[in-house]
């Protein structure tokens, strides 16, 4: 059964940082674009940064460019996303999701409902 296990949230003060992973089990997670999405309170879930089955390209929302860095280790079978300089704004839930329908970034990074496979989430709050 294909599964997908974020983990790393957490509280953290305004300028601080976290690094989210996101765990695959019952698939090869190489074969699959991987995306990073999150929802605030009240707010629709967002595309916030997306990486290509081998690394080489990544899409990343305007609102945390230059602050977030999406990577992979498909040899641990994992994806991750390295959060500095956090902002309130950023505080959600954090999830990540695959779907073998979409190789392309902008597109996963665009479809922020529309993916097959979602993992739990993780919750991040950014306080002031």
């Known amino acids: 059964q294909l599964q997908l296990v974020e983990s790393g949230g957490g509280l953290v003060q305004a300028g601080g940082s976290l690094r989210l992973s996101c765990a695959a089990s019952?698939?090869?997670?190489?074969?699959?674009?991987i995306g990073w999405f999150r929802q605030a309170p009240g707010k629709e879930r967002e595309g916030v940064s997306c990486?290509?089955?081998?690394?080489?390209?990544?899409n990343y929302a305007d609102s945390v460019k230059g602050r977030f860095t999406i990577s992979r280790d498909n040899a641990k079978n994992t994806v991750y996303l390295q959060m500095n300089s956090l902002k309130p704004e950023d505080t959600g839930i954090y999830y990540c999701a695959a779907d073998p329908r979409i190789t392309t970034v902008q597109t996963m990074c665009g479809e922020a409902n529309n993916l097959n496979y979602w993992g739990q989430g993780t919750q991040v709050t950014v306080s002031s």
């Open positions: 990486i290509s089955s081998t690394g080489w390209r990544t």
């Open positions: 019952g698939f090869t997670l190489r074969n699959y674009a």
